[in-house]
């Protein structure tokens, strides 16, 4: 309780107080007001950038103050202002130009690389699977968060104030969303509510696959941002510092809020600050070791496979070079497996071995697998073998180089002269062996005794028979007339041939050995070959042939280069003898 | 533009949803309103030369036996009673739920007398009808399903919010 004597003197203060600063401070005030200019513009730069150096409360308060400014000066004055931009237009155009094209540039390029990519199918496929659109998807995708649309709601009606939305995000109807979101939080407020606690339960957020709903409720307003991603802590915070803002610099406008949204369209630009987001920034310590490996396991397989294809590429090349080997024919040069190859060849038993012919050229023969199959060569070089083969057995005779080819010279008697001929004709390849013979010299032969005699004779009538052969038609395994007739002349050589032999105690036995041209398959050509010598054999059989003298071949393919039009189509005889001693002695 | 929000009660089956679902945008389905007990609408009103947006508050038919969700009410500029003239009983509980309204908020009613398409079957007397109207600051007769009297009843209760 104030006493008397305290009343007094505070009603004697408020008197001096009146008479120095006036009633209501009119003195002071007019004293100000009359000096107001001098002293706020002596002071106002510096106070509004102090003010601007706390926060940016200064700039939200003049961004709409200037930004209505500027747009009344343009309505007003427009031919003013396209003065003052006519010299600078034509800059800024092109400027605009080339950034809308750059911007073009880059969105078609994101775009390519969002559509082509086996990624951006994916999530085309995804964003059809979720029901949302293309673009919205990548959103999500590339950024960790994004806040895509901001409602300002009065709590206590649930009216939408004021919205903001990213460009490329589907607008819901805002006004039904705000109001329904307040019901919601008012369910949740009721539903949910401690008996014992008088504090109402509020929403903090709604979290659904999509998106979350991150409210931020003040005293009288709500602000709700719809977030996609994981959004971290700062967007609430972010929320709450927009949210305390507008409070306070819309205190007016809250507490005489009656419907009118109006004043509220002020607040876009610190909405809009809230739709922040935040790319999503690729783990750069984890390394795709997997795909690393994976991927270089297959490079080190290309490159593998390149070496050893090209290596067996050559290899095959070099092996082609075979061809040109006398009597060998090659027929095919096959890849086998990564590192191997193939050949297969046709070969004159006279020409080279081709394991020999591999190792001259430095080819290891564990690489090549040869299939060789026998065919008889009338190359010159072959034939000069078998002629120099049958010549060595011959001492009196050599093999001399001569205009033809070569010439033989020497001394032989009568009976080694026609033997020596009846052999070079019976050779492939020898078709005038009376011509090769012509310069040798004729000598008197020694009288033999009976059993020389016998041989000679022998030898004579195998020389006959060797020089026999029966030549087929073309596809053909009958004897022809001229073929009975060679035969059954053939037939009585051989007769006296075994007679002979067995009065010299030698063991004979006739090839008879069919061949056919390289006409038709292998197979068939090699059936034809083995039938014609079966219908000589069965022939000189029925003529009285002892046929365990007789042994009928197929040799199959003998010939490429035909004779006469003939060719290979013939059957071809051989009297050997395989008594021992034979053998050690050559015939002279 | 002006906003205003404004709640629709009454019992259940009087036509709450009929009277709003042909003349008013929604685009929330009906079953919020079991779930959530509400659902958020939107109506226009032309009222002169000013739009008035109504955002309407269809509140879950309130019988009896469940409880009334006052905290729906706050905020609101007026409130819509339906009774259906077909069955006696909607008025009286009508009155009942404009009588809990009244208990946390003295905003103005209009009371709405629904599906007059239909014949009316109750017993209540023109006078016990229009002494119980006169507690609201209107009343209409409308049917949802020809349309009668619904935009005047909205344009009403439009001019009301704006008289607050």
Known sequence: MKSARDLDDEEQLRAVRNIVLGQEREHVLSAIESHARDIVGAVVVEALHDRQKQNDDLSTVFVPLVEKSVEKSVTRHSDQFIGYFYPVVGKLVRKSVAAFLSDVLEKTNTLLENSLSVKGLVWRIKARQAGVSFSQYVAAQTFAYQVEQVFLIDANTGILLNSVARENHSHADADMVSGMLTAINDFVGDSFAHTNNQEEQQLASVKTDDFTLLLQRGPSLVLVAAVTGQAPAQVSQHLQITTENIHRLYAREIEHFNGDTSPFERTTSELRECLVEQLNTPDKKRRPWFAIIVLGAIVLAFIFWLYHTFEQSQLKQQLAMLDSSPGILVRSVTAEGLTDVSLQVLRDPDSQPVSDWLAQQGIRDDRVLVEEKPYLSLERPLVERRIARVVARYPAISLTPGPAGFNLEGQLNRTQLQRLTNELAAIPGVSDAAALTARLDLIQAPTPDRQQSLKAMFDFHAAKIDATQIEFDAGNSDLSERAVSRLTTLNQQLDTAVRLARQLQLSVGLMIMGASDASGSTSFNQQLSQARAQAVRDFLVSQGADPDYLNAVGLGVVEIDAIDGVGARKVMFNLMDFTPEARKEERP | ?164
């Open chain 2, 1 to 164: 533009m002006i906003q205003k929000k404004i709640c629709l009660l009454g019992a259940s089956a009087v036509g709450k949803t009929s009277l709003i679902k042909q003349y008013i945008e929604g685009v929330f389905s009906d079953k919020y309103l079991t779930t959530l007990g509400v659902k958020v609408d939107k109506k226009q009103v032309q009222l002169g030369p000013r739009e008035i947006q109504l955002m309407v508050w269809d509140i879950e038919g309130i019988d009896r036996y469940c409880g009334f969700q006052p905290k729906y009410l706050r905020g609101a500029s007026a409130f819509i009673i339906v009774v259906d003239h077909t069955r006696s009983q909607s008025l009286q509980e009508g009155m009942e739920i404009f009588q809990l309204a009244q208990e946390t908020t003295n905003i103005p009613a209009v009371l709405v007398i629904n599906k007059t398409d239909l014949p009316e079957q109750w017993h209540w007397t023109e006078h016990e009808v229009e002494t119980r109207s006169h507690m609201f600051a209107d009343c209409f007769r409308t049917s949802a399903k020809t349309g009668e009297q619904v935009d005047a009843m909205f344009q009403a209760v439009a001019r009301l919010c704006m008289a607050d």
